[in-house]
């Protein structure tokens, strides 16, 4: 059991957090004043489930907000598909700390490796955690930077993308080639350099980014900003669905012979 002077800071923490100056002033001294210090425990653990049920509510919120797919979970990863310095990368990336510095995170892989559920669990973790993210295809948010640009809207839509402190770009090497799509990509990835975490998986290794951003010269400065602060993950394992395939046919020709 916590004691008097624990309590009462506590409850001083709880209602600054909350917002309530008067009560953080006044709450403890009335509640001694009044003979009732005995009480202060119980009080403490009403201001305690509303943490809680704050904590929960935002968690929902964010985790509704970042329209990640609800079944790319941490827990529903496969993590042992994956070398143990991958595992490793993802467990550290898991604490959180990267969004607080800006730091991107590239997941380059075949498909079917398991580098956009690898991405989307991490989205999840950092949910949990407080951060806001956003999972969106990248053609589809080409296409609406595009309308935005077209509107004379893109530096408001802009804006409400740097809302979120870790915005996920899924499948980034299927863009239609184009200067103007290469164009609001870059405006994107430069204002978020070093200020706004991003995630990009990508089955084009760095050498192949020339079939997405329109010439030479813009492809090297979008790979500068995008790496200059990141962690590289390369998904170099078999594809899950050819494992799976292969599984089956294992377990049918076994059925076949017995």
Not at 171 to 188: A, K, M, N, R
């Amino acid at each position: 059991m916590m004691n008097a002077s624990v309590v009462q800071e506590r409850i001083g923490q709880l209602c600054h957090e909350f917002k309530l100056p008067t009560m953080e002033a006044q709450s403890v001294e009335r509640f001694t004043a009044a003979g009732h210090g005995d009480a202060l425990p119980i009080l403490l653990e009403a201001l305690e489930q509303e943490a809680e049920d704050r904590r929960q509510r935002r968690t929902n919120r964010l985790r509704k907000e970042s329209r990640l797919p609800s079944g790319k979970t941490w827990e529903t990863f496969d993590h042992q598909r994956l070398p143990l310095p991958l595992r490793q990368q993802l467990d550290h990336l898991a604490q959180g700390s990267f969004v607080e510095r800006g730091v991107n995170v590239l997941a380059f892989g075949l498909p079917g490796t398991g580098k956009t559920h690898a991405l989307c669990a991490l989205g999840h973790r950092l949910v949990e955690a407080g951060y806001s993210v956003l999972f969106v295809p990248a053609y589809r948010l080409v296409q609406d930077l595009l309308a935005a640009k077209r509107d004379l809207d893109l530096p408001r839509r802009l804006r409400k993308l740097d809302n979120f402190d870790f915005l996920l770009l899924d499948d980034l090497g299927y863009l239609p080639q184009g200067t103007e799509e290469s164009e609001v990509l870059f405006t994107l990835i430069a204002e978020r350099y070093e200020r706004r975490s991003l995630g990009i998986t990508s089955n084009l290794v760095f050498s192949e980014w020339e079939r997405i951003f329109a010439n030479p010269m813009a492809t090297a400065a979008a790979i500068d900003r995008v790496v200059h602060h990141s962690v590289i993950l390369e998904f170099d394992v078999p594809s899950y669905r050819t494992d799976a395939a292969q599984q089956r046919g294992h377990a049918e020709e076994v059925n076949r012979q017995n």
